[in-house]
């Protein structure tokens, strides 16, 4: 039985605002915030739909993030994602990449779950398999529809 969601952050949660942006979004806000003072919605914007949906599926499990860097961090988004998440992990923070089993493992002792009690969604593959080399469910992030679907058929089992 599932009784929490880890869910990645950047191209999940967050996203940026030209969608021919390639690159690491942590890279982006870092560049942004070197340059001082700019308006963070100008550049991402959050994926209100999926965010609505961990909202509700909050009242069930714990929902958690785990993210690469501390973009999470930005106060714009504070009042979007304070009330929904319990916690963010950062690999940054641990000190462990998300392509390492490791930092999943670390991210359960925290949690005081076993593996296959948490459900891990992220859009990178490496970090699928790390998740599942660490024993737990991981789903594939492809978009909306697809991932509250997997969610939403995960948490009924």
Do not use: C
């Amino acid at each position: 039985m599932i009784k929490a969601l880890v869910s990645d952050f950047s191209r999940v949660i967050l996203s940026p605002i030209d969608n021919n942006y390639a690159g690491s979004l942590n890279d982006l806000y870092k560049k942004l915030t070197a340059q001082g003072n700019y308006d963070f919605w100008k550049y991402f914007q959050v994926n209100q739909n999926l965010l609505t949906f961990y909202k509700t599926i909050s009242k069930q499990i714990d929902i958690y993030i785990f993210t690469t860097e501390y973009i999470q961090d930005h106060p714009a988004l504070q009042p979007k994602i304070e009330s929904i998440f319990k916690y963010i992990f950062s690999s940054a923070r641990l000190g462990l990449k998300k392509t390492d089993p490791q930092a999943y493992q670390t991210i359960i002792k925290g949690i005081w779950l076993k593996s296959k009690e948490v459900l891990y969604i992220d859009d990178n593959p490496a970090n699928i398999d790390a998740a599942k080399k660490a024993g737990l469910v991981a789903i594939h992030y492809e978009s909306n529809d697809q991932a509250i679907k997997d969610i939403s058929k995960m948490l009924k089992k």
